[in-house]
């Protein structure tokens, strides 16, 4: 139900935009609009990891340590799109990278535990490398 985009080669310093979108049958997929989203990340031969996180209503955001300041994720509840910006990209972030919906929704706090998150897209490659 969640499809990522946006993945690709860049080279260190540059910027990516993904993209993560639901799809399916009205009666099927979870309104977007109520449940927080977050992405995602895991490098070869590591463990996902977290990276950012939304709330619902787009009001709330938590970043990693690691692309604090550089990555700014943002959602467009008409669309049912949750974006993340990436700026100043290091071979450090490259890696598959997953898009994820919480499995509560009007959740008051966003998660960044990956066991919060009950439904994944089906990850984009990102390279860094010159």
């Known amino acids: 139900q969640l499809q990522a985009s946006g993945g690709g080669l860049v080279r260190p310093g540059g910027s990516l935009r993904l993209s993560c979108t639901t799809s399916g049958r009205p009666d099927v997929v979870r309104p977007f609009s109520r449940h927080n989203m977050a992405w995602f990340r895991q490098a070869p031969g590591k463990e996902r990891e977290f990276v950012s996180a939304?709330?619902?209503?787009?009001?709330?955001?938590s970043y990693a340590d690691s692309v604090r300041g550089r990555f700014t994720i943002s959602r467009v509840n008409a669309k049912s799109t949750v974006y993340l910006q990436m700026n100043r990209l290091t071979p450090e972030d490259t890696a598959v990278y997953f898009c994820?919906?919480?499995?509560?929704?009007?959740?008051?706090?966003?998660?960044?535990?990956?066991?919060?998150?009950?439904?994944w897209g089906q990850g984009t490659q990102v390279t860094v490398s010159s």
């Open positions: 994820a919906q919480d499995s509560a929704y009007y959740k008051d706090y966003v998660a960044t535990a990956i066991d919060d998150y009950d439904a």
């Open positions: 939304i709330s619902y209503n787009g009001d709330e955001r």
